[in-house]
């Protein structure tokens, strides 16, 4: 069974351009937990989620850092500390989504999906074509549809 036969294909989206305001909206009013992100030539260029947007009142702290000899060595991850910032600070979808998205192709097996989901502990996976457009998504559920 391939992943163009248990996929569903009325696939809710949102753009990297949207406001976070919105594509919160969006997952309260249809009752979903994430959506894949996509540009404007409609591939899929990340995934927004309820923790994606969670994450916005998250604390986030300094690096701590240790003084020497009129400099300081950092003891945490600078660039973490920047990822955490800039995912606080985000106002788009862009800044604040999962990247790169984790998809698969319509002619995968349904067995390539469920390792994949299970190995990248992840809910749901967008179905694209050999162009990277989204042509649908396979959740949990559907898989559990089609056993």
Request: cysteine-free; charged content about 35%.
């Amino acid at each position: 069974m391939k992943a163009r036969d248990i996929m569903t294909k009325e696939v809710i989206t949102v753009s990297e351009e949207e406001n976070i305001e919105n594509a919160t909206k969006l997952l309260i009013k249809n009752k979903i937990s994430g959506v894949p992100v996509v540009n404007e030539d409609n591939k899929v260029v990340g995934i927004v989620t309820e923790t994606d947007l969670i994450f916005k009142d998250k604390d986030i702290s300094i690096p701590s850092y240790v003084p020497l000899l009129g400099g300081f060595i950092l003891l945490d991850s600078v660039k973490k500390f920047e990822n955490e910032l800039k995912k606080v600070a985000a106002y788009k979808v862009k800044d604040l989504m999962s990247t790169p998205a984790i998809k698969v192709e319509e002619d995968d097996e349904v067995r390539k999906v469920v390792n994949l989901m299970l190995d990248k502990r992840i809910n749901r996976v967008p179905v694209i074509d050999e162009e990277g457009k989204i042509k649908g998504i396979i959740a949990r559920s559907d898989i559990l549809t089609h056993l």
